[in-house]
């Protein structure tokens, strides 16, 4: 009976001793563990397998319709048959500058009676109009950048060689104040370009525009594109493109020398240098014919702000999947949340952080990886659900007997 006394305080304090040496290590320990940074979560590739079949099968309720695809900006075909797209797009979401316009008081046709070498007409006469042929066949665009308006002959030659001051950063904050220098909206610009660029469409209907191509038999499959493009006279122009399966594997890529003169290689967001396009031997019409040899009429494409990439490749497509709709923006369409927004919050990871420009591999495994973490997610809310009706069933003997 002592002995079992004994034993019984000497198993406490030894007990005792280890729970207090431990809370005292892990109490030791906890500053260290505050200090650790939280993991990244991983990629949704690497936590669930899905085979293309069932990938493309979890998307069909995601599919763009084609009232969506004109709303956004796709490109739709005119007729079956017809290689012609019209777009639609939608006027800028933010307040355009208003153009200022100044008057003459001194001007002839300010003066009562006209001018003296008018023959008392006025400046309603018929007198020969002074602009030159290029000038009254040039066409006026809207500076991207800027907001200005500029002209250029159809040829793609400026009228006016005017440098373009700009912001590239976005207006944010309750301020409204550029991320790139922190100025006011409205402030002059703090990035200068030897040119103005415009996009190479306008607000509202464009068309018919030429050259556009569209699978025509099935193939199957999931992949995810992002395509860089460059300003030239004819406006934004393919420069760039990757495309990738649903595993991330490299299915294409390729750099794209533009038809027309660059104007802007772009290369804070395109990521596109001189020397890059130098070395370029492929045409657009050669990244078409290579597209279209693994992608079908019922191949489902995957991208960020897709619309943009479909008018750069002028591919008709209509089995697509744009992340700006399926992570919309709070303040819903057109206005859209940026890439690397949606893989900072959803994916724990940051793109388009380097200093050299945007890379198109990048942002298509980030746009593939944002829709694998949606269809899993979707997948794990219909398991939890169907789990819930199992024991919500009725009990029902004759059934739980059998």
């Known amino acids: 009976m002592h002995f079992c006394i004994q034993w019984h305080d000497w198993f406490y304090q030894e007990t005792v001793a280890s729970v207090d040496s431990a809370s005292g290590a892990a109490r030791r320990r906890r500053p260290r563990d505050r200090r650790r ?5 991983p990629t949704p590739s690497t936590r669930q397998r899905i085979s293309a079949e069932e990938l493309a099968e979890a998307l069909r309720p995601h599919l763009l319709s084609p009232k969506r695809m004109w709303a956004m900006g796709y490109p739709l075909e005119i007729e079956p048959t017809s290689s012609k797209a019209v777009v639609y797009i939608n006027p800028p979401p933010r307040p355009r500058p208003l153009q200022l316009t100044t008057w003459d008081v001194n001007a002839p046709e300010f003066v009562p009676g006209g001018s003296q070498s008018d023959s008392g007409r006025g400046s309603w006469g018929s007198t020969p109009r002074s602009d030159s042929d290029e000038e009254a066949d040039a066409v006026e665009h809207l500076c991207v950048r800027c907001d200005k308006m500029f002209r250029m002959t159809r040829d793609g030659e400026y ?4 440098t373009c001051a700009y912001h ?4 944010c904050g309750s301020d409204s104040r550029y991320t790139c220098c922190n100025s006011p909206s409205g402030s002059k610009g703090c990035s200068t370009a030897r040119f103005h660029v415009w996009s190479g469409t306008r607000p ?5 525009l030429e050259g556009y ?3 025509r038999s099935p193939r199957g499959g999931v992949y995810a594109l992002d395509a860089e493009m460059c300003y030239t006279t004819a406006g934004l122009e393919l420069a760039s493109i990757a495309v990738i399966a649903a595993d991330g594997r490299l299915v294409y890529k390729s750099l794209v020398k533009p038809s027309s003169p660059v104007v802007d290689h772009n290369t804070r967001f395109s990521g596109i240098r001189p020397r890059d396009l130098a070395r370029a031997t492929k045409t657009l019409r050669d ?7 693994f992608v079908g009429s019922d191949t489902i494409l995957i ?6 990439d479909l008018r750069a490749l002028k591919l008709l497509h209509g089995a697509v999947v744009d992340t700006c709709a399926l992570y919309p923006h709070s303040r819903g369409f057109p206005l859209r949340r940026s890439l690397r927004a949606l893989c900072e919050e959803l994916l ?5 952080r380097g200093s050299g420009g945007h890379s198109p591999l990048e942002d298509a495994r980030a746009a593939m990886d944002l829709v694998l973490l949606k269809v899993h997610e979707e997948r794990r809310n219909r398991a939890r659900l169907s789990s819930q009706l199992s024991i919500l069933q009725p009990y029902d003997p004759l059934i739980s007997s059998a």
Do not use: K, T, Y
């Not at 940074?37 to 979560?41: E, R, S, T, V």
């Not at 724990?348 to 388009?352: D, F, I, K, M």
């Open 213 to 215: 191509v569209r699978a």
């Open 168 to 171: 590239w950063g976005r207006v």
């Open 287 to 293: 990244v078409q014919n290579d597209i279209l040899g």
């Open 348 to 352: 724990g990871r940051s793109v388009q």
């Open 303 to 308: 991208g960020h702000a897709l619309d943009n």
């Open 37 to 41: 940074p939280p993991a990244a979560p």
């Open 159 to 162: 009228l006016v060689e005017e």
């Open 204 to 208: 509202g209907m464009n068309g018919p």
